[in-house]
């Protein structure tokens, strides 16, 4: 990159609507996915624990799908979704975080201690009563954390769409190294670790308001 | 009042852990499951409340076969304690308190302001009434789950080895807190437990099971102590039997002598209000004095002060604590003598009950 200084201040105070726009681009492809993937874990993990059966299978084929590389499955998309189009990049991230959730998800909900569930039916709370008002508060710390494994990954991997062309952030870095101008670089990579961190305090706070009582156990310490 | 009737459970794997019980555990009184490790005890309590359902046989509950009333609604009509509290860990106290009205959809005021009062009434003070169950004792906590269960003032009250979870000093306070909550609200208990003191101490009626649920004796605390069914019951008692049974019984019509009576050379020193305060010969002194209350504490703690006197005398104290007399040894086991009827001999003809 010869004498090219790492950050020209100049490029970015003329850049700044392009940088914002990019930043809210790759926060709502990268984190929609994470609540798509929560609304659907929420109910499939209520399932399984009602349903013990069904985990195995349904684990086994997030699993899979977990495993698939990020940008094989893009490019395998596009025929369907389109190019550059935010659904060829949320549709896998979306299975990602799914993949994530779901385990923790189940994990959570059967983390009530068994004397507690025993109590919560001999109180007289019918099975989907007792999913509503007892497993599920409870696993909230849970699920706080599958969520910031979840977004953080979600917020990297998203990066990777613009090599099909939507990737927010990530075209930054594709622009950078085409010109061999570190700038843009520099400022996604900053502009992404900021989006992570934000999303991880903002969880954060989420479990505090969410679930006080767990604010000194350190029930999700795996 | 419940009743056993053939009341057995199999579980699929072909464990027999109820073999076919036969019982009826009275109204308004504290009926005692003891027995060995795995005989069935919280099997049986959990038939009454359809957590298990009898393979065979029927749980009466006043009348009605448990297995016909819808299973949620009969819960939220009794109490159920258990050994670890089982408290919601994300619920404070006063909620954790308020599931049962909550879930009979009291309105939240009224609700919070029932289960107030009662953890006013099981000792807790008010300001636990925010906390989480994770910022409490263990004693604490098992006060809470006994409150949860009288929340929506059921009649009946299940406690699974409610007690077993916490030190003796704490396990004793809270027995004398269920008794004393017993006698002001006369519910019918079914308390499970494997120690045979806390039985003895709590029931009115005592259950003594062996493996399967099978009964090998029902009987009220005096006579199981004094008139054990068979060899087995008695090994299961323990060996200082005879002396635990004092415990049940009133220290009363003890002979008393004057209490500035000089014995051996010993006198009791007594402070302004006539309090003891001491014993002493020439240059010695003691100063513990145990002391027993006549007509209230038992024959047991008057024999226990005798035997802690140098003087070799009990101590008797008023209410307040003043001496009215004393009372040697023989005096006190003459007042046994004079229970006479009552022990062993005499309760072996009317008490060992039949199993049911
Ligand atoms: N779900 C189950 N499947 C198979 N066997 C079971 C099941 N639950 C209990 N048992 C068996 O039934 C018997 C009675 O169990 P139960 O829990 O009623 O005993 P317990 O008297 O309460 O024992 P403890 O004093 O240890 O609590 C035991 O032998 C136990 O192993
Ligand atoms: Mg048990």
């Given at each position: 990159m010869g004498?090219?200084?790492?950050?020209?201040?100049?490029?970015?105070?003329?850049?700044?609507?392009?940088?914002?726009?990019?930043?809210?681009?790759?926060?709502?492809?990268?984190?929609?996915?994470?609540?798509?993937?929560?609304?659907?874990?929420?109910?499939?993990?209520?399932?399984?624990?009602?349903?013990?059966?069904?985990?195995?299978?349904?684990?086994?084929?997030?699993?899979?799908?977990?495993?698939?590389?990020?940008?094989?499955?893009?490019?395998?998309?596009?025929?369907?979704?389109?190019?550059?189009?935010?659904?060829?990049?949320m549709t896998p991230l979306t299975c990602y975080a799914l993949a994530v959730l779901l385990p923790t998800t189940v994990d959570g909900l059967r983390s009530v201690p068994e004397p507690v569930r025993q109590a919560a039916t001999a109180l007289g709370y019918g099975p989907w009563r007792r999913l509503a008002a007892v497993e599920l508060p409870t696993a909230v710390p849970y699920l706080v954390a599958g969520l910031r494994v979840a977004a953080v990954s979600s917020i990297s991997l998203a990066s990777v769409g613009a090599l099909v062309g939507r990737g927010g952030l990530g075209y930054l870095f594709m622009d950078g190294f085409q010109r061999t101008f570190p700038t843009p670089i520099v400022a996604g990579i900053v502009l992404v670790t900021a989006l992570a961190l934000v999303t991880d305090a903002v969880l954060l706070l989420a479990r505090r308001l969410l679930a006080p009582w767990a604010r000194r156990e350190s029930v999700v310490g795996r | 009042m419940i009743r056993f009737d053939g009341a057995a459970k199999r579980h699929p794997d072909g464990t027999l852990a109820v073999e076919g019980l036969d019982l009826t555990v009275p109204a308004g009184r504290t009926t005692v499951l003891v027995g060995p490790s795995g005989?069935?005890?919280?099997?049986?309590?959990?038939?009454?409340?359809?957590?298990?359902?009898?393979?065979?046989?029927?749980?009466?509950?006043?009348?009605?076969?448990?297995?016909?009333?819808?299973a949620a609604k009969l819960r939220r009509g009794?109490?159920?304690?258990?050994?670890?509290?089982?408290?919601?860990?994300?619920?404070?106290?006063?909620?954790?308190?308020?599931?049962?009205?909550y879930l009979l959809g009291w309105d939240r005021k009224r609700a919070r302001t029932r289960a107030s009062e009662l953890l006013e009434l099981v000792g807790l003070p008010p300001e636990t009434a925010r906390r989480y169950p994770f910022q409490l004792s263990g004693g604490q906590q098992q006060r809470v789950g006994v409150a949860r269960a009288l929340a929506a003032d059921p009649p009946l009250l299940l406690m699974d080895e409610?007690?077993?979870?916490?030190?003796?000093?704490?396990?004793?306070?809270?027995?004398?807190?269920?008794?004393?909550?017993?006698?002001?609200?006369?519910?019918?208990?079914?308390?499970?437990?494997?120690?045979?003191?806390?039985?003895?101490?709590?029931?009115?009626?005592i259950v003594v099971l062996r493996e399967h649920g099978r009964i090998a004796q029902v009987a009220d605390p005096a006579t199981l102590l004094a008139a054990p069914a068979d060899e087995q019951v008695a090994a299961f008692l323990g060996r200082d039997?005879?002396?635990?049974?004092?415990?049940?019984?009133?220290?009363?019509?003890?002979?008393?002598?004057?209490?500035?009576?000089?014995?051996?050379?010993?006198?009791?020193?007594?402070?302004?209000?006539?309090?003891?305060?001491?014993w002493q010969r020439s240059a010695e002194t003691i100063r513990q004095?145990?002391?027993?209350?006549?007509?209230?504490?038992?024959?047991?703690?008057?024999?226990?002060?005798?035997?802690?006197?140098?003087?070799?005398?009990?101590?008797?104290?008023?209410?307040?604590?003043?001496?009215?007399?004393?009372?040697?040894?023989?005096?006190?086991?003459?007042?046994?003598?004079?229970?006479?009827?009552?022990?062993?001999?005499?309760?072996?003809?009317?008490?060992?009950?039949?199993?049911?």
């Open positions: 004498d090219e200084p790492l950050v020209r201040w100049h490029w970015i105070g003329t850049h700044l609507g392009y940088l914002r726009d990019l930043l809210l681009d790759h926060a709502v492809i990268s984190l929609l996915p994470v609540l798509f993937g929560l609304l659907m874990a929420l109910p499939l993990g209520l399932l399984c624990v009602r349903f013990p059966r069904l985990y195995q299978p349904l684990a086994a084929v997030f699993n899979v799908i977990y495993a698939l590389p990020a940008l094989a499955v893009f490019v395998v998309l596009i025929p369907y979704t389109g190019l550059a189009t935010q659904a060829t990049v | 005989c069935g005890k919280t099997t049986i309590l959990r038939m009454v409340n359809r957590m298990v359902e009898p393979t065979a046989g029927r749980v009466l509950l006043d009348g009605t076969d448990v297995a016909q009333l819808d009794i109490g159920y304690v258990i050994q670890q509290a089982g408290l919601f860990p994300h619920r404070r106290v006063i909620d954790n308190v308020a599931t049962v009205p409610p007690f077993s979870a916490v030190d003796p000093v704490v396990r004793s306070g809270l027995q004398d807190e269920l008794l004393r909550l017993q006698a002001e609200l006369n519910k019918t208990v079914l308390f499970v437990t494997h120690d045979i003191e806390e039985a003895v101490r709590l029931g009115d009626q039997r005879g002396l635990r049974g004092l415990a049940l019984r009133p220290a009363e019509g003890i002979v008393l002598l004057a209490a500035n009576t000089p014995l051996d050379g010993w006198t009791l020193a007594v402070d302004q209000e006539g309090r003891p305060t001491g004095v145990a002391v027993f209350r006549p007509g209230l504490d038992t024959l047991r703690t008057a024999l226990d002060s005798a035997v802690l006197s140098p003087a070799r005398v009990a101590v008797a104290v008023d209410h307040a604590g003043r001496v009215i007399g004393l009372a040697p040894r023989a005096a006190v086991l003459d007042a046994l003598d004079a229970a006479g009827p009552d022990t062993a001999a005499g309760i072996t003809a009317t008490g060992v009950a039949d199993g049911r």
